[in-house]
């Protein structure tokens, strides 16, 4: 038989060294006497030692038991503090984190989180590069992503953050001397401002109206005078009255609810959603 003590024994066995007698410390760990007894007397034979003095009433330890609790009891302290620690790391992250989002939006909604975090984890040093043109999911230069639209990749770990709608607006100038489109095909006749990003369509506007089994996209190839890649640049070109442009809520709402803004055509959005991206 092995002479190896297993782990349960240290804790029954400084349990029973601090206890009067065999009865009491069968109480505590709420086991009967005779289990106490047994317990003990196998550790014993198979240690080949005697760890306890029995007596009628009290007991005491042998030189051998007084070992055996004296490291039994540093043992058990160490495998707390072990825990301890272990808890402590897992509830405080560290190490290298680094991001990568589209720039309007890193700029405008992932800075001020990434700010937020790291007040909050000072241990995490957070890399956040912005992106006109985002690399691929693929690259492994970056351990979260933030991106618009559905995974490309079925191996992709994606979570969604929130929906996005984007909007048909223009400044009420504008509107004032151009007047305001009643339907998606008469954008054709007013000045659009382009924005050329990704890997979108340029100048080619997909409004969905309706929902369910109604709702229904249609194609509008529209003109303008201006272009940019920029989408704050064009957002100020629309303030300025140069035309209708189209952009994510999260981008003109402030405009949108002061006025400096107006909405066209309500009834038509260009779908899109944002995901959380983390490769897998």
Same mark, same amino acid.
């Given at each position: 038989?092995?002479?190896?003590? #297993? ?13 009067? /007698?065999? /009865? !009491? ?6 086991? &009967? ?7 003990? !007397? ?30 039994? %009891? ?8 072990? #825990?301890?620690?272990?808890? /402590?790391? $897992?509830?405080?992250? $560290? ?12 700029? *405008? ?5 990434? *700010?937020?975090?790291? #007040? ?44 996005? %709608? ?15 489109? $009643? ?13 050329? #990003? ?23 190839? &529209?003109?303008?005078?201006? &272009? ?38 309500? $009834?038509?959005? /260009? ?10």
């Amino acid at each position: 038989m092995s002479a190896s003590l #297993q782990p349960a024994e240290l804790g029954f066995f400084t349990q029973l060294a601090s206890s009067p /007698s065999l /009865s !009491a410390a069968g109480r505590d760990m709420g086991i &009967t006497t005779a289990a106490v007894s047994k317990h003990l !007397a196998q550790m014993e034979k198979r240690l080949g030692v005697a760890l306890v003095n029995r007596t009628t009433r009290r007991m005491s330890l042998t030189p051998e038991g007084e070992v055996l609790v004296e490291h039994a %009891r540093r043992i058990l302290r160490e495998i707390d503090d072990l #825990q301890e620690l272990l808890s /402590s790391q $897992k509830g405080t992250p $560290k190490g290298l984190l680094r991001v990568n989002a589209t720039l309007g939006f890193g700029r *405008s909604h992932v800075s001020p989180v990434v *700010s937020r975090f790291v #007040q909050q984890y000072p241990d995490v040093d957070v890399q956040l590069q912005l992106s006109v043109n985002p690399p691929p999911l693929s690259d492994d230069a970056f351990d979260v992503c933030i991106r618009f639209g559905e995974p490309p990749d079925a191996r992709v770990i994606a979570r969604r953050v929130a929906p996005n %709608r984007r909007v048909l607006c223009a400044s009420p100038d504008y509107l004032a001397r151009h007047g305001h489109p $009643k339907e998606p095909r008469d954008l054709m006749s007013h000045n659009c401002i382009g924005i050329r #990003q990704g890997d979108e369509a340029y100048g080619l506007w997909r409004l969905t109206t309706g929902r369910g089994a109604k709702e229904h996209t249609e194609s509008i190839k &529209t003109r303008g005078n201006v &272009t940019t890649n920029d989408g704050e640049i064009a957002v100020n070109w629309a303030l300025d009255g140069l035309g209708i442009v189209m952009r994510a809520e999260w981008d003109v709402n402030r405009y949108l609810a002061s006025g400096r803004l107006v909405q066209v055509l309500p $009834k038509g959005a /260009s779908r899109n959603r944002p995901c959380g991206m983390m490769r897998g």
